[in-house]
Protein backbone atom coordinates (compact mmCIF):
# COMPACT_ATOMS: atom_id res chain seq x y z
CA UNK A 1 0.00 0.00 0.00
CA UNK A 2 1.10 3.08 -0.64
CA UNK A 3 2.17 5.37 2.39
CA UNK A 4 2.83 9.29 2.78
CA UNK A 5 4.71 10.38 5.50
CA UNK A 6 3.11 13.53 6.98
CA UNK A 7 4.84 16.11 9.29
CA UNK A 8 1.93 17.57 11.64
CA UNK A 9 2.70 21.01 13.12
CA UNK A 10 -0.45 21.59 15.04
CA UNK A 11 0.60 24.87 16.64
CA UNK A 12 -0.86 26.86 19.03
CA UNK A 13 -4.44 28.56 19.66
CA UNK A 14 -7.44 26.68 17.19
CA UNK A 15 -3.90 25.16 15.80
CA UNK A 16 -4.09 21.59 17.72
CA UNK A 17 -8.36 21.52 16.94
CA UNK A 18 -8.63 22.32 13.11
CA UNK A 19 -5.35 20.33 12.29
CA UNK A 20 -6.60 17.12 14.01
CA UNK A 21 -10.48 17.52 12.46
CA UNK A 22 -8.91 17.95 8.81
CA UNK A 23 -6.75 14.95 9.47
CA UNK A 24 -9.45 12.56 10.33
CA UNK A 25 -10.93 13.95 6.95
CA UNK A 26 -7.46 12.80 5.31
CA UNK A 27 -7.45 9.86 6.88
CA UNK A 28 -10.77 8.67 5.66
CA UNK A 29 -10.05 10.02 2.06
CA UNK A 30 -7.01 7.77 2.25
CA UNK A 31 -8.57 4.80 3.35
CA UNK A 32 -11.33 5.24 0.70
CA UNK A 33 -8.58 5.31 -1.87
CA UNK A 34 -6.23 3.10 -0.56
CA UNK A 35 -3.09 4.53 0.41
CA UNK A 36 -1.93 5.50 3.94
CA UNK A 37 -0.41 8.37 5.94
CA UNK A 38 2.15 7.80 8.46
CA UNK A 39 1.87 10.87 10.81
CA UNK A 40 4.65 12.72 12.98
CA UNK A 41 3.92 15.65 15.55
CA UNK A 42 6.34 17.92 15.58
CA UNK A 43 6.62 20.83 18.34
CA UNK A 44 6.81 23.88 17.19
CA UNK A 45 4.77 27.31 17.50
CA UNK A 46 4.45 29.74 20.29
CA UNK A 47 4.45 26.98 23.16
CA UNK A 48 7.52 25.60 22.43
CA UNK A 49 9.30 29.08 22.16
CA UNK A 50 7.81 30.29 25.16
CA UNK A 51 8.73 27.46 27.03
CA UNK A 52 12.58 26.64 25.65
CA UNK A 53 12.96 30.58 23.48
CA UNK A 54 13.47 28.50 20.35
CA UNK A 55 11.66 29.15 17.79
CA UNK A 56 13.36 27.09 14.70
CA UNK A 57 16.43 24.96 14.88
CA UNK A 58 18.37 22.78 12.16
CA UNK A 59 17.75 19.66 13.79
CA UNK A 60 13.77 20.33 13.27
CA UNK A 61 14.28 21.62 9.40
CA UNK A 62 16.41 18.40 8.57
CA UNK A 63 14.27 16.06 10.02
CA UNK A 64 10.43 17.73 8.37
CA UNK A 65 12.83 17.64 5.20
CA UNK A 66 12.73 14.21 5.37
CA UNK A 67 8.43 13.92 5.21
CA UNK A 68 6.69 13.89 1.72
CA UNK A 69 4.37 17.22 3.19
CA UNK A 70 4.01 18.96 6.01
CA UNK A 71 0.69 20.21 7.34
CA UNK A 72 0.34 23.27 9.73
CA UNK A 73 -2.41 24.29 11.76
CA UNK A 74 -1.18 27.55 13.12
CA UNK A 75 1.36 29.55 15.40
CA UNK A 76 1.17 32.72 17.07
CA UNK A 77 0.15 33.97 21.07
CA UNK A 78 -0.33 37.32 22.21
CA UNK A 79 2.71 36.89 24.20
CA UNK A 80 5.30 36.58 21.68
CA UNK A 81 6.01 39.77 19.83
CA UNK A 82 4.53 40.53 16.11
CA UNK A 83 7.42 38.94 13.81
CA UNK A 84 9.23 36.15 16.14
CA UNK A 85 7.55 33.03 14.49
CA UNK A 86 6.05 34.55 11.36
CA UNK A 87 9.55 35.33 10.55
CA UNK A 88 11.50 33.05 12.63
CA UNK A 89 9.35 29.89 11.51
CA UNK A 90 6.96 30.31 8.70
CA UNK A 91 8.94 32.43 6.63
CA UNK A 92 12.24 30.68 7.59
CA UNK A 93 10.69 27.05 6.37
CA UNK A 94 9.00 29.03 3.10
CA UNK A 95 12.55 29.66 2.47
CA UNK A 96 14.33 26.74 3.57
CA UNK A 97 12.16 24.63 1.61
CA UNK A 98 12.44 26.66 -1.52
CA UNK A 99 8.08 26.88 -1.29
CA UNK A 100 7.95 30.08 -3.74
CA UNK A 101 4.55 29.94 -4.67
CA UNK A 102 1.74 30.73 -2.30
CA UNK A 103 -1.87 29.05 -3.31
CA UNK A 104 -4.65 30.02 -2.10
CA UNK A 105 -7.85 29.15 -3.81
CA UNK A 106 -11.07 31.82 -3.98
CA UNK A 107 -13.95 29.20 -4.13
CA UNK A 108 -17.62 29.89 -2.98
CA UNK A 109 -19.39 26.87 -2.37
CA UNK A 110 -22.77 25.87 -2.76
CA UNK A 111 -25.02 26.66 -0.04
CA UNK A 112 -22.61 29.05 1.21
CA UNK A 113 -23.21 32.19 1.61
CA UNK A 114 -20.64 35.02 1.20
CA UNK A 115 -21.02 38.62 2.86
CA UNK A 116 -20.92 40.21 -1.05
CA UNK A 117 -24.15 40.55 -2.76
CA UNK A 118 -24.66 38.64 -6.47
CA UNK A 119 -21.34 36.64 -5.40
CA UNK A 120 -22.41 33.36 -6.21
CA UNK A 121 -20.66 29.66 -6.43
CA UNK A 122 -21.16 30.03 -10.30
CA UNK A 123 -19.19 33.69 -10.68
CA UNK A 124 -16.43 32.48 -7.62
CA UNK A 125 -13.85 29.96 -8.14
CA UNK A 126 -10.65 31.57 -8.93
CA UNK A 127 -7.19 30.82 -7.06
CA UNK A 128 -4.68 33.31 -6.21
CA UNK A 129 -0.78 32.33 -6.70
CA UNK A 130 1.59 34.58 -5.00
CA UNK A 131 5.27 34.73 -4.93
CA UNK A 132 5.97 33.10 -1.40
CA UNK A 133 9.75 34.01 -0.78
CA UNK A 134 10.84 37.78 -2.10
CA UNK A 135 9.61 41.17 -2.00
CA UNK A 136 9.35 43.35 0.91
CA UNK A 137 9.33 39.99 2.78
CA UNK A 138 13.29 39.26 2.34
CA UNK A 139 13.47 41.64 5.36
CA UNK A 140 16.30 43.32 4.66
CA UNK A 141 16.54 46.85 5.70
CA UNK A 142 17.36 48.99 8.55
CA UNK A 143 15.96 51.51 11.33
CA UNK A 144 18.01 54.09 12.16
CA UNK A 145 17.85 56.74 15.29
CA UNK A 146 14.80 53.84 16.55
CA UNK A 147 12.15 55.77 19.18
CA UNK A 148 13.66 59.05 18.52
CA UNK A 149 12.08 61.83 16.52
CA UNK A 150 14.65 61.41 13.48
CA UNK A 151 13.95 57.62 13.09
CA UNK A 152 14.64 56.30 9.28
CA UNK A 153 13.16 53.12 8.62
CA UNK A 154 14.39 51.59 4.98
CA UNK A 155 12.24 48.06 4.49
CA UNK A 156 13.98 46.29 1.23
CA UNK A 157 11.56 44.69 -1.51
CA UNK A 158 13.53 41.88 -3.53
CA UNK A 159 12.08 40.72 -6.87
CA UNK A 160 14.50 38.16 -8.71
CA UNK A 161 13.65 36.89 -12.20
CA UNK A 162 14.19 33.39 -11.49
CA UNK A 163 11.27 33.16 -8.47
CA UNK A 164 8.76 35.37 -10.12
CA UNK A 165 9.87 33.16 -13.75
CA UNK A 166 9.12 30.04 -10.97
CA UNK A 167 5.66 31.73 -10.25
CA UNK A 168 4.32 33.07 -13.43
CA UNK A 169 5.14 29.62 -15.14
CA UNK A 170 3.29 27.71 -12.02
CA UNK A 171 0.37 30.50 -12.49
CA UNK A 172 0.43 29.82 -16.56
CA UNK A 173 0.35 26.04 -16.30
CA UNK A 174 -2.23 25.97 -13.65
CA UNK A 175 -4.65 28.23 -15.90
CA UNK A 176 -3.67 26.14 -18.74
CA UNK A 177 -5.66 23.11 -17.03
CA UNK A 178 -8.67 25.46 -15.66
CA UNK A 179 -10.09 28.49 -18.15
CA UNK A 180 -7.13 29.80 -19.31
CA UNK A 181 -6.71 33.03 -18.06
CA UNK A 182 -3.93 34.83 -16.02
CA UNK A 183 -4.24 38.46 -14.50
CA UNK A 184 -1.16 39.84 -12.99
CA UNK A 185 -1.85 42.01 -10.15
CA UNK A 186 0.53 44.49 -9.26
CA UNK A 187 1.71 48.38 -8.99
CA UNK A 188 3.14 49.09 -12.18
CA UNK A 189 2.69 52.67 -12.35
CA UNK A 190 4.28 53.79 -9.19
CA UNK A 191 6.50 50.02 -7.92
CA UNK A 192 8.13 50.76 -11.43
CA UNK A 193 11.55 48.57 -11.35
CA UNK A 194 9.59 45.51 -9.61
CA UNK A 195 6.42 45.93 -11.78
CA UNK A 196 8.50 46.27 -15.14
CA UNK A 197 10.23 43.02 -13.97
CA UNK A 198 6.73 41.15 -13.20
CA UNK A 199 5.28 42.20 -16.66
CA UNK A 200 8.54 41.06 -18.85
CA UNK A 201 8.43 37.71 -16.91
CA UNK A 202 4.88 37.27 -17.51
CA UNK A 203 5.06 38.58 -21.47
CA UNK A 204 7.81 35.82 -21.69
CA UNK A 205 6.37 33.07 -20.06
CA UNK A 206 3.10 34.02 -22.30
CA UNK A 207 4.90 33.63 -25.33
CA UNK A 208 4.86 29.71 -24.06
CA UNK A 209 1.22 29.22 -23.40
CA UNK A 210 -0.46 30.97 -26.35
CA UNK A 211 -3.90 29.51 -25.79
CA UNK A 212 -3.90 31.56 -22.10
CA UNK A 213 -5.01 34.75 -22.37
CA UNK A 214 -3.27 37.30 -20.09
CA UNK A 215 -4.21 40.95 -19.09
CA UNK A 216 -3.32 43.12 -16.07
CA UNK A 217 -5.25 44.62 -13.03
CA UNK A 218 -3.92 47.52 -10.36
CA UNK A 219 -3.71 45.80 -6.53
CA UNK A 220 -5.64 48.53 -5.70
CA UNK A 221 -8.33 48.09 -8.51
CA UNK A 222 -8.36 44.25 -7.83
CA UNK A 223 -9.98 45.36 -4.08
CA UNK A 224 -12.64 46.69 -6.27
CA UNK A 225 -13.08 43.70 -8.82
CA UNK A 226 -12.14 40.51 -6.63
CA UNK A 227 -15.48 41.54 -4.46
CA UNK A 228 -17.87 43.32 -6.46
CA UNK A 229 -16.80 40.74 -10.42
CA UNK A 230 -14.95 37.45 -9.26
CA UNK A 231 -16.10 36.10 -12.41
CA UNK A 232 -13.02 37.99 -14.27
CA UNK A 233 -10.53 35.76 -13.16
CA UNK A 234 -9.49 31.99 -12.97
CA UNK A 235 -5.63 32.74 -11.91
CA UNK A 236 -4.30 35.45 -10.33
CA UNK A 237 -0.60 35.90 -10.40
CA UNK A 238 0.92 38.05 -7.91
CA UNK A 239 3.97 39.64 -5.21
CA UNK A 240 4.52 38.51 -1.61
CA UNK A 241 2.64 41.79 -0.22
CA UNK A 242 -0.42 42.11 -2.85
CA UNK A 243 -0.76 38.56 -2.48
CA UNK A 244 -1.18 38.31 1.68
CA UNK A 245 -3.76 41.38 1.53
CA UNK A 246 -5.75 39.99 -1.53
CA UNK A 247 -5.89 36.65 -0.50
CA UNK A 248 -7.48 37.50 2.69
CA UNK A 249 -10.14 39.80 0.63
CA UNK A 250 -10.90 36.88 -0.77
CA UNK A 251 -11.46 34.37 2.51
CA UNK A 252 -13.76 37.11 2.95
CA UNK A 253 -15.62 37.23 -0.14
CA UNK A 254 -15.80 33.16 -0.22
CA UNK A 255 -16.83 33.28 3.33
CA UNK A 256 -14.67 34.11 5.71
CA UNK A 257 -11.40 32.79 7.66
CA UNK A 258 -13.03 30.19 8.47
CA UNK A 259 -13.13 28.74 4.94
CA UNK A 260 -9.54 30.18 3.15
CA UNK A 261 -7.10 27.06 2.39
CA UNK A 262 -3.57 27.80 1.14
CA UNK A 263 -0.40 25.71 0.07
CA UNK A 264 3.16 26.56 0.69
CA UNK A 265 4.43 24.99 -2.75
CA UNK A 266 7.77 23.72 -3.62
CA UNK A 267 7.60 23.59 -7.54
CA UNK A 268 10.68 21.27 -8.35
CA UNK A 269 9.54 18.84 -6.09
CA UNK A 270 12.96 19.14 -4.25
CA UNK A 271 11.55 19.66 -0.56
CA UNK A 272 8.42 19.50 0.97
CA UNK A 273 5.79 21.65 0.45
CA UNK A 274 3.32 23.24 3.48
CA UNK A 275 -0.56 23.29 3.53
CA UNK A 276 -2.18 25.43 6.35
CA UNK A 277 -5.09 27.46 6.75
CA UNK A 278 -5.02 31.46 6.10
CA UNK A 279 -6.20 32.00 9.49
CA UNK A 280 -3.92 32.53 12.51
CA UNK A 281 -4.41 30.56 15.81
CA UNK A 282 -7.40 33.06 16.83
CA UNK A 283 -6.64 33.19 20.87
CA UNK A 284 -9.70 34.72 21.29
CA UNK A 285 -11.71 31.29 20.65
CA UNK A 286 -9.10 28.40 21.21
CA UNK A 287 -10.21 26.33 23.58
CA UNK A 288 -14.04 26.66 22.88
CA UNK A 289 -14.50 24.08 20.14
CA UNK A 290 -16.11 27.38 17.87
CA UNK A 291 -13.13 27.17 15.33
CA UNK A 292 -14.71 26.03 11.78
CA UNK A 293 -12.01 23.48 10.43
CA UNK A 294 -13.00 23.25 7.27
CA UNK A 295 -10.48 25.89 5.77
CA UNK A 296 -7.59 23.17 7.57
CA UNK A 297 -9.79 20.38 6.08
CA UNK A 298 -9.61 22.05 2.88
CA UNK A 299 -5.68 22.83 3.26
CA UNK A 300 -5.18 18.99 3.80
CA UNK A 301 -7.50 18.55 0.16
CA UNK A 302 -4.87 20.26 -1.07
CA UNK A 303 -2.15 18.44 0.21
CA UNK A 304 -3.51 15.16 -1.19
CA UNK A 305 -3.86 16.73 -4.60
CA UNK A 306 0.11 17.84 -4.01
CA UNK A 307 0.87 14.27 -3.51
CA UNK A 308 -1.28 13.54 -6.87
CA UNK A 309 -3.72 11.91 -4.98
CA UNK A 310 -6.78 13.11 -6.93
CA UNK A 311 -9.35 11.19 -5.92
CA UNK A 312 -9.12 11.25 -2.17
CA UNK A 313 -8.30 15.46 -2.63
CA UNK A 314 -11.57 15.91 -4.49
CA UNK A 315 -13.43 13.42 -1.85
CA UNK A 316 -12.27 15.70 1.25
CA UNK A 317 -12.92 18.88 -0.54
CA UNK A 318 -16.48 17.66 -1.52
CA UNK A 319 -17.19 16.09 2.29
CA UNK A 320 -16.31 19.45 3.34
CA UNK A 321 -18.04 21.57 0.96
CA UNK A 322 -21.15 19.36 1.64
CA UNK A 323 -20.93 19.76 5.46
CA UNK A 324 -20.25 23.15 5.18
CA UNK A 325 -23.31 23.63 2.87
CA UNK A 326 -25.35 22.21 6.38
CA UNK A 327 -24.28 25.04 9.01
CA UNK A 328 -26.30 27.52 10.05
CA UNK A 329 -23.62 29.75 10.40
CA UNK A 330 -20.02 29.55 9.82
CA UNK A 331 -18.34 29.98 12.82
CA UNK A 332 -18.89 30.31 16.39
CA UNK A 333 -21.12 28.51 18.10
CA UNK A 334 -23.61 29.32 16.15
CA UNK A 335 -22.27 26.50 13.62
CA UNK A 336 -24.36 24.19 15.58
CA UNK A 337 -21.40 21.75 15.80
CA UNK A 338 -17.99 21.93 17.87
CA UNK A 339 -14.56 21.96 15.50
CA UNK A 340 -14.18 17.83 16.68
CA UNK A 341 -17.91 16.89 15.82
CA UNK A 342 -17.36 18.88 12.53
CA UNK A 343 -14.69 16.50 11.51
CA UNK A 344 -15.85 13.73 12.13
CA UNK A 345 -18.88 14.67 10.04
CA UNK A 346 -16.25 15.13 7.20
CA UNK A 347 -14.91 12.10 7.82
CA UNK A 348 -18.11 10.67 7.82
CA UNK A 349 -19.00 11.78 4.55
CA UNK A 350 -15.84 11.58 2.78
CA UNK A 351 -16.69 7.70 2.83
CA UNK A 352 -20.14 7.91 0.54
CA UNK A 353 -19.88 11.78 -0.96
CA UNK A 354 -19.75 11.68 -5.05
CA UNK A 355 -16.26 13.51 -5.28
CA UNK A 356 -17.46 14.78 -8.81
CA UNK A 357 -20.50 16.16 -7.12
CA UNK A 358 -18.37 19.81 -5.94
CA UNK A 359 -15.55 19.32 -8.60
CA UNK A 360 -16.46 22.75 -10.11
CA UNK A 361 -17.25 23.68 -13.71
CA UNK A 362 -14.15 25.39 -14.66
CA UNK A 363 -11.42 22.73 -14.24
CA UNK A 364 -10.90 22.20 -10.59
CA UNK A 365 -7.99 23.21 -9.22
CA UNK A 366 -7.36 20.38 -6.83
CA UNK A 367 -7.56 18.23 -10.16
CA UNK A 368 -5.38 20.77 -11.60
CA UNK A 369 -2.86 20.62 -9.22
CA UNK A 370 -2.78 16.57 -8.81
CA UNK A 371 -1.81 16.71 -12.51
CA UNK A 372 0.98 18.97 -12.01
CA UNK A 373 2.25 16.98 -9.18
CA UNK A 374 1.89 14.08 -10.85
CA UNK A 375 4.04 15.10 -13.89
CA UNK A 376 6.45 16.27 -11.02
CA UNK A 377 5.76 19.88 -12.22
CA UNK A 378 9.14 21.77 -12.89
CA UNK A 379 9.95 25.31 -13.78
CA UNK A 380 10.76 25.71 -17.00
CA UNK A 381 13.22 28.60 -17.34
P1 LIG B 1 -2.87 35.32 14.94
O1 LIG B 1 -2.15 36.38 15.70
O2 LIG B 1 -2.38 33.94 15.26
O3 LIG B 1 -2.92 35.60 13.45
P2 LIG B 1 -5.51 36.48 15.19
O4 LIG B 1 -6.67 36.23 16.09
O5 LIG B 1 -4.90 37.82 15.13
O6 LIG B 1 -4.40 35.35 15.45
P3 LIG B 1 -6.82 35.03 13.18
O7 LIG B 1 -6.49 33.80 13.91
O8 LIG B 1 -6.63 34.97 11.71
O9 LIG B 1 -5.98 36.22 13.69
O10 LIG B 1 -8.33 35.40 13.53
C1 LIG B 1 -8.99 36.59 13.12
C2 LIG B 1 -10.46 36.47 13.53
O11 LIG B 1 -11.10 35.42 12.80
C3 LIG B 1 -10.64 36.11 15.01
O12 LIG B 1 -11.73 36.81 15.54
C4 LIG B 1 -10.93 34.63 15.00
O13 LIG B 1 -11.74 34.22 16.06
C5 LIG B 1 -11.63 34.42 13.66
N1 LIG B 1 -11.27 33.10 13.10
C6 LIG B 1 -10.05 32.75 12.63
N2 LIG B 1 -10.06 31.48 12.24
C7 LIG B 1 -11.30 31.00 12.45
C8 LIG B 1 -11.91 29.72 12.25
N3 LIG B 1 -11.26 28.67 11.73
N4 LIG B 1 -13.20 29.58 12.60
C9 LIG B 1 -13.89 30.62 13.13
N5 LIG B 1 -13.36 31.84 13.34
C10 LIG B 1 -12.08 32.05 13.02
Request: negative net charge; hydrophobic residues 45%.
Amino acid sequence: MRTYRLAVVKGDGIGPEVTEAALRGMHAAARRCGFSLDTADVDLGAERYLRTGEVLDEGTVSALRTHDAVLLGAVGDPRVPPGILERGLIVALRVAFAQSVNIRPVRLYPGVQSPIRGVTAQNCDLVVIRENTEGLYTGGGTLAHAGTPHAVAVQNSLTTVAATTDTVEFAFRLAQERRRRVTLCHKTNILMHAGQLWQEVVDQVALRYPEVEHDYVHADAMCQHLPLDPGRFDVVVTDNLFGDIISDLGATVQGGLGLAASANYNVAGSAPSMYEPVHGSAPDIAGKGWANPAAAALSAALCLAGLGEREAALCLEAATASVLAELPSLAGPGMGSDTAALGERIAARVMDVDPAQHAGGGGSLMSALSRLAREGATAVI
